[in-house]
Each structure stands twice: as C-alpha cells, then as structure tokens.
C-alpha cells in the first residue's frame, strides 16, 4: 500500500467514525438513524427511514442517498453496495468535491473543511460531535493501523 493509498483507507475509516460514532464493519449495513440493518448488498436499500425528525434514505458506512448511489450505478462506478463499492463510491465523492489530492496527502486540515457538506458529521459541520483535534488524533490512529504499525 503506498502512502497515498494509505491516506485514503485512514480518512475512510475517520469518516465512518464520524457518521457512526463506531469503529466497527457492521456500519456498513446500517440504515439511517443506525438503529436498523440490510443485509441485501446487491443494490442500495433505498429504504426511507425516519430518525431525529428527519426521513433519509441514507445507508451504509458513508450514509449514502440513494439518488447519489444510483448516479453513480448508472455511470458504472459501482455496481452494488458492497463494502468494496462503498468506499468506492466515497473516494469518488473526495475527487469530486476536489479533496482527494488532499487526502492523498494526509491533509486533513484542508479536506474536512470541502467535505463537511458531504459528510455534516466531520468537525465545523452542521451535525458533528467531534473537533479537528479529535480528527487529527483519530486520523493518526487509523493510518498506524491501515499502515500496519501498532
């Protein structure tokens, strides 16, 4: 894994943090609200769920809405909802919100500010609960991690 590679895979894994307060896989399979699971990877849920007086189809580890997945399905970007293609489908978001050459470079303090609109769970955005020292200190621990280093 190059240094690049390894920056994406740690800022994919704060990401998910941030959306699910967890660092566990099972975030993968949570609808919105993270209190009800899918198991049907084949195509995204698109199941309409209400949680904090909010409805959303928003599903998987990066809270993907299904118009976004189904563009991108359409374009042949991803072809399910797989683990593979979720974070597939969110390092495309990266490239389009011009963050990933940030990412790729451990930049932090310049990605999150693009992406807080994406991903409103990221420190200075409308539903975080986490600073950017927390983001920074997170970030650290999961390149060691991704890395292979303890």
Not at 23 to 28: A, E, G, I
Not at 123 to 136: F, L, N, V, Y
């Amino acid at each position: 894994m190059t240094k690049e590679e390894a920056n994406v895979a740690a800022f994919l894994k704060l990401i998910r943090f941030a959306e699910h307060h967890s660092d566990s896989d099972d975030v993968y399979f949570l609808l919105y609200g993270g209190k009800q699971r899918f198991l049907d990877t084949s195509k995204h849920p698109n199941q309409r769920i209400q949680a904090w007086g909010k409805e959303s189809t928003a599903a998987g580890a990066y809270q993907i809405l299904y118009p976004t997945w189904y563009e991108a399905w359409k374009k042949g970007i991803v072809t399910d909802f797989s683990k593979a293609s979720q974070d597939k489908l969110a390092i495309e978001k990266l490239r389009s919100r011009h963050a990933l050459g940030y990412v790729e470079q451990g930049d932090i303090d310049h990605a999150i500010p693009i992406l807080r609109k994406e991903w409103t769970s990221l420190p200075g955005a409308a539903q975080s609960k986490m600073t950017m020292d927390e983001a920074r200190t997170l970030f650290a621990k999961y390149l060691g991690e991704v890395a292979g280093r303890p």
